[in-house]
């Protein structure tokens, strides 16, 4: 089992930048891949990207967002920086057995509980 609890969320300015952070406990955190994913109000769940033995990223997030992992620590972050309002979301961490990732969110067995992101224009 890996427990999964994320932060960092909140209310930015368009062009402003945000960190998320993961918190992974339970199973060993080096042996899983950390995905991210986004849910806007009526939208289905978007990836946005994964970070196991390599880095993938969505092209809506291509050079903007950066994904990183502390081992040391059990945590993941997602840095967000020049943000749109089309960002706005429910942000989700996810972890999947293995070194690589998934864009696919059935791909993923644990899940955060989400923290929101808001970008005003």
């Known amino acids: 089992q890996v427990h999964l609890v994320e932060s960092g969320g909140g209310l930015v300015q368009a062009g402003g930048s945000l960190r998320l952070s993961c918190v992974a406990s339970g199973r060993t955190f080096r042996s899983t891949c950390m995905g991210w994913f986004r849910q806007a109000p009526g939208q289905e769940r978007e990836f946005v990207g994964w970070?196991?033995?390599?880095?993938y990223y969505a092209n809506s997030v291509k050079g903007r967002f950066t994904i990183s992992r502390d081992s040391a620590e059990n945590t993941g972050y997602l840095q967000m920086n020049s943000l749109k309002p089309e960002d706005k979301a429910v942000y989700y961490c996810a972890a999947r057995e293995g070194p690589y990732g998934s864009s696919r969110f059935e791909d993923y067995v644990y899940w955060g509980q989400g923290t929101q992101v808001t970008v005003s224009s």
């Open positions: 970070s196991g033995r390599s880095t």
